[in-house]
């Protein structure tokens, strides 16, 4: 089963704090990417990458990095968490770089709490 | 951006077909439409996906209008399983997904 995995479901954090965020994909994808989702406010895009080392600003930058130094592992960071970047953030993966066509496959979730 | 636009909410009886419409009438030639939904407490699952042409397979069939500014899933029979959020998304050959609000399918047993 391909698979799409996200190190932690549950996160509490503390304004100010550095916030890693990991998720590896066993599917040899191109194209990876981090959304957040909120309520009333459907899925939105904060950064992809279309390959190692390359990364495209999403919807909803700001307040947030990425990393992508292997092509499995996408890591989205937090420098200074705040209250307002409570929310679930997911990862999604899919094959075709750049192309229209490809499939998303998602992980289950982190949901963090800054506190 | 081109947007999506689909309704709040909906509810269908159990084992009745469900038609979930989608408006996306700033598409641009080569985006993709694509269909996902959503469970409780998971990540979104890909349902079908399509360009032009109508397309079907063992989950769903997407029915899509000659000028590609609305779209149609259709789940031939409901069940309780398939009650979901379901997103109609537009995918750019950037990779870049522009997600709806999502419609909230209930299915009464």
């Known amino acids: 089963d391909v698979k799409v995995t996200q190190s932690s479901r549950y996160l509490v954090k503390r304004t100010g704090e550095k916030v890693f965020l990991e998720c590896v994909q066993d599917m040899d994808h191109e194209n990876m990417f981090w959304y957040r989702q909120d309520p009333g406010l459907g899925l939105r895009l904060i950064y992809f990458?279309?390959?190692?080392?390359?990364?495209e600003k999403g919807d909803i930058p700001e307040g947030y990095s990425v990393s992508r130094e292997k092509k499995e592992r996408f890591s989205l960071i937090l420098e200074s968490a705040s209250t307002n970047q409570t929310s679930m953030y997911l990862c999604?993966?899919?094959?075709?770089?750049?192309?229209?066509?490809?499939?998303?496959?998602f992980g289950e979730g982190s949901r963090l709490t800054v506190l | 951006d081109a947007k999506t636009t689909q309704p709040n909410s909906m509810e269908s009886n159990e084992e009745e077909p469900v038609h979930l419409p989608c408006n996306h009438s700033?598409?641009?030639?080569?985006?993709?439409i694509h269909w996902y939904r959503q469970l409780p407490s998971q990540g979104p699952e890909y349902v079908i996906h399509g360009l032009t042409s109508n397309v079907n397979n063992r989950m769903a069939s997407l029915a899509i209008a000659e000028d590609r500014k609305s779209s149609t899933l259709i789940l031939h029979r409901a069940t309780l399983r398939d009650a979901a959020v379901y997103y109609c998304i537009l995918r750019r050959n950037t990779g870049k997904l522009i997600f709806g609000q999502g419609t909230t399918l209930q299915v009464k047993p």
């Open positions: 700033t598409i641009s030639g080569t985006d993709y």
């Open positions: 990458s279309y390959d190692v080392k390359m990364k």
């Open positions: 999604a993966s899919s094959l075709l770089g750049g192309l229209g066509t490809g499939e998303l496959f």
